[in-house]
């Protein structure tokens, strides 16, 4: 039998603008775009969220 591995091409990534949670326990983070409030709090530990960025992979929306 024969195994090959396949040569997966790596994902671009580019700056994002997110809303991480400001508490030192907590690493929960969200996308900008993708909360519904102007100010989120934190879904886990309630605490207040700041802006930063992050190196992620864009989001790709398919419409019909």
Known sequence: M??????VEPVPEE???IWSCSSEDC???????LTFEKTPSCPLCQSSMVINTKMLPPL???TR
């Open 2 to 7: 024969y195994y090959s591995k396949k040569n």
């Open 15 to 17: 700056q994002t603008s």
């Open 27 to 33: 690493s929960c983070w969200m996308r900008e775009n």
């Open 60 to 62: 790709m929306y398919h």
